[in-house]
């Protein structure tokens, strides 16, 4: 019931920056936190960072300070501005909504396809 679509990705040089974004889209009620997963060849899907309904961030320690996220609830979209990318951010970067799709339901998690972010040495 709910779609998110992210894009923004590509190839960058190490130092460089670039802006994901992700729409939320279908029948949906509310959404409460929005965030951003990465996950690296060979890693684990780790939280970059997240963002509540009321604009509360939080964000993994190897980003603060040079990563940003944002939203905006008319649109339904949260961002992610990236700052000073090192080639250890490379990875595929995913959309993640805790969503209602009507009022007397649950919460439950909806995830984009991805998009890859390179940054180069």
């Known amino acids: 019931q709910v779609q998110l679509v992210e894009s923004g990705g590509g190839l960058v040089q190490a130092g460089g920056s670039l802006r994901l974004s992700c729409a939320a889209s279908g029948v949906i009620f509310s959404i409460n936190t929005m965030g951003w997963y990465r996950q690296a060849p060979g890693k684990q899907r780790e939280l970059v960072a997240s963002i509540t309904s009321g604009g509360s961030t939080n964000y993994t320690d190897s980003v603060k300070g040079r990563f940003a996220i944002s939203r905006d609830n008319a649109k339904n979209t949260v961002y992610l501005q990236m700052n000073t990318l090192k080639p250890e951010d490379t990875a595929v970067y995913y959309c993640?909504?805790?969503?209602?799709?009507?009022?007397?339901?649950?919460?439950?998690?909806?995830w984009g396809k991805g998009t890859l972010v390179t940054v180069s040495s």
């Open positions: 993640n909504a805790a969503a209602k799709v009507d009022w007397w339901g649950r919460p439950m998690d909806y």
